[in-house]
């Protein structure tokens, strides 16, 4: 019934803090059914891995794991004033029906938790009932379902993320590390092509001896910190807050140790799988928290070092989650609107300094209202800017821009009482509201923008539907309506506008001849000039429905692509030169299940098609139409998945790998923001100087340090 691994009770009236320390407490179950009179029999199950009955021992280094309990904490249960000290210990898969799966709290218990990876736990991480814990700080707590603290990092120096075990799947909790890994199986020390957010951030008051060096002076987190097997961190005790692409040494600063560094391996290189026709996954990341709903909108953008931001909706706040180009998760933010409600992102964007803009709608109390947030680039919310239109209606925001001089533009659509309209809002680099334009069309029509851009002169242009039909809206920096592109024969897409601005401020947009609907060959892709005058019309056949998702973009040359879903299945794929004229087209096999919801190119303009089904979220073609490879999405076989089935947003770096993220689901966890990196190539082995990642070690990697010479 209680205490299914270790049970210890009533040593705190002896005076005796016993010790349990380096165990794997495994597998144990705490369940039964307990007689309290002739008439009563209740349910019991606590403390599936270690029962704490009035006693408060010192639990450390342990790894617990892989236990059940019947009600309430299968990792560890406190009771009846129990206090114990629960240090370095490894937490995880631990499950039951109730509270607190990893750690339960009951009945004046005041443990201090410190140090310890509680991960993917079922039935939360942490509870506490009668009273919280004396401390609870340097905890890394990620992917616990049900958790019921709240929060995902509660407490000082607390971290949510994947840890990076060696090896789930043959239980091998020691964390990778690019510094150094003690392999057990094998007796060696190895290196990993990434390093976990748990090495090297105990806390940094703790004795780091007897961990093997380079230490980083600082303590890991886990069942392994402060042992002789702990991974290895170089010597800086503190974890970089920006990416520095010539920190060889990963000691957030760049100066003669890198440049040492790169001695040994000069000019030396290793086999690479390189080959243009396919995509090579390089590292897959998933952000530990179940978004709880399906098909939330997910939106990637980079820095200017190449490190990915990914935005999207979690448990209804906006989660904005930075990873650095090896995957690990640098941070994440969130945003809880002030109602309380449900805040919906929708887009985000960055500027010349790599802060971070996100936009949405977000609940008031009473309706919602567009709420655009800044961050900098570690991730601290510098403003939040609000907007609700003055009838105290439904404002939904969908989309952002930024121009030159860091301004920011948000436009979506507001109900006025009696229909919806344009609304652009214009911010400052601080936050402060320039000017509001509202654009309503003839007729009181229903009018929703859903795109906008930014041209050479740092014009804006607002693109969706007025009345069934595609409009585009031109204002000036100052907010002066300019011109409007109201075409009553062309329909708009009413989920979507796609909308893309060449060298020569000419516009183009999507949308559906009204003539031809509803036949195949309905699509019209549209060229306006910069004074709004009609240039070119070019008619293909595309989309099914105007509620079908299309995607465009300009490539190098300014040939334009359109893709979208199939008339008859599947998807189409356009490429149009500067004078509309029709270059070449690719198709999937009639009646293929799969939905577009992305693309991108490459410096050498091949076009990277993202979908939203199946086990291919990515194609690539050439520039002359040619099917180059599919990228496949292949999960670790420890994380339970069923697939990439939500390939929402995708972007191409400085070194053409391609980012998709999307949702995809685990089963121990649901749905989840999974990110994913392919690259053109993989090394067949890692070299630690070798910066850019081109398997080999030469003056380029040499450029790569001197550029961030002494920056830290």
């Not at 814990?133 to 995902?152: K, M, Q």
């Not at 820095?303 to 979690?314: A, M, P």
């Not at 994440?332 to 992102?345: N, P, V």
């Not at 979507?496 to 195949?520: K, L, Q, R, T, W």
Request: hydrophobic share 30%.
């Amino acid at each position: 019934g209680q205490g299914g691994g270790i049970y210890v009770s009533d040593s705190r009236g002896l005076g005796v803090y016993p010790e349990i320390s380096d165990n794997l407490i495994w597998e144990n179950l705490a369940s039964g059914l307990e007689l309290i009179d002739e008439y009563e029999i209740r349910e019991i199950g606590e403390g599936g891995g270690i029962y704490c009955n009035s006693s408060s021992p010192l639990i450390t280094n342990n790894i617990i794991a892989r236990n059940w309990t019947e009600l309430y904490g299968s990792g560890i249960f406190c009771s009846e004033g129990s206090s114990p000290a629960i240090v370095n210990n490894t937490m995880s898969n631990n499950s039951c029906w109730n509270a607190g799966a990893c750690i339960h709290m009951d009945q004046d218990s005041y443990p201090k938790i410190k140090n310890n990876i509680i991960v993917k736990n079922t039935g939360g991480g942490v509870f506490w009932k009668y009273s919280e814990p004396a401390e609870f700080s340097y905890n890394c707590v990620w992917g616990n379902i049900n958790d019921y603290l709240g929060w995902a990092v509660p407490g000082e120096g607390c971290v949510s993320g994947d840890p990076l075990f060696a090896d789930l799947r043959n239980y091998d909790y020691h964390l990778k590390s690019q510094y150094g890994r003690w392999d057990s199986n094998n007796e060696v020390w190895v290196l990993d092509d990434v390093t976990g957010i748990c090495v090297n951030a105990g806390d940094p008051r703790d004795k780091v001896k007897p961990e093997s060096r380079p230490n980083g002076n600082r303590i890991n987190m886990g069942a392994y910190g402060g042992t002789v097997e702990a991974s290895k961190f170089p010597k800086r005790t503190e974890r970089c807050t920006e990416a520095l692409d010539g920190d060889v040494t990963g000691d957030c600063m760049v100066g003669l140790d890198d440049l040492t560094a790169t001695i040994p391996n000069w000019l030396e290189s290793v086999d690479s799988r390189l080959d243009i026709n396919t995509i090579g996954q390089e590292w897959i990341a998933k952000y530990g928290e179940s978004i709880s709903w399906s098909q939330p909108i997910i939106k990637t953008i980079k820095d200017s070092h190449d490190n990915i931001i990914v935005v999207s909706t979690v448990t209804g706040d906006y989660v904005t989650i930075k990873y650095d180009t090896k995957g690990n998760e640098l941070w994440s933010s969130r945003y809880d609107g002030t109602g309380g409600g449900f805040d919906d992102m929708t887009n985000a964007a960055i500027d010349g300094s790599d802060n971070i803009y996100v936009t949405g709608s977000s609940y008031n109390g009473t309706d919602n209202d567009y709420a655009t947030v800044k961050y900098d680039l570690n991730g601290n919310e510098l403003w939040v800017a609000r907007y609700d239109s003055p009838d105290d209606s439904w404002d939904h925001c969908h989309a952002i821009a930024i121009d030159s001089l860091d301004n920011v533009y948000v436009t979506g659509s507001c109900y006025n009482g009696y229909s919806f309209g344009y609304v652009t809002i214009k911010y400052n680099s601080d936050g402060s509201e320039v000017w509001i334009a509202r654009y309503d069309g003839p007729d009181d029509s229903w009018d929703r923008a859903r795109a906008i851009a930014i041209d050479s002169l740092d014009n804006i242009y607002v693109n969706g539907e007025s009345g069934n039909y595609c409009t585009t809206v031109k204002y000036d920096p100052n907010g002066v309506e300019l011109w409007v592109a109201r075409d009553e024969n062309i329909m708009a897409l009413r989920e979507n506008s796609a909308m893309a601005i060449d060298s020569s401020d000419n516009i183009y947009v999507i949308g559906i001849d009204e003539n031809n609907y509803p036949d195949p060959d309905k699509n019209t892709l549209v060229k306006y000039g910069p004074d709004g005058s009609l240039i070119w019309e070019a008619k293909y056949g595309l989309a099914s429905s105007h509620y079908d998702k299309v995607e465009m973009l300009l490539d190098s040359s300014e040939n334009i692509y359109v893709v979208g879903d199939s008339y008859w299945g599947g998807y189409t794929l356009v490429k149009f030169d500067p004078n509309g004229t029709e270059i070449w087209r690719a198709e999937s096999e009639p009646e293929s299940w799969c939905q577009i919801s992305a693309m991108t190119t490459d410096s050498s303009n091949n076009i990277y098609l993202g979908f939203e089904y199946g086990d291919y979220p990515i194609i690539k073609y050439d520039s002359s139409g040619n099917l180059l490879g599919t990228a496949k999405y292949e999960c670790p076989d420890e994380w339970n998945c069923y697939g990439f089935s939500i390939g929402s947003d995708m972007i191409v770096d400085s070194t053409d790998s391609v980012y998709a993220a999307g949702e995809s689901f685990d089963s121990d966890y649901g749905n989840m923001i999974t990110t994913i990196k392919y690259s053109p190539y993989v090394c067949e082995q890692p070299l630690q100087s070798d910066v850019n990642d081109d398997c080999v070690v030469n003056l380029i990697d040499l450029a790569y340090i001197c550029e961030d010479w002494l920056n830290c």
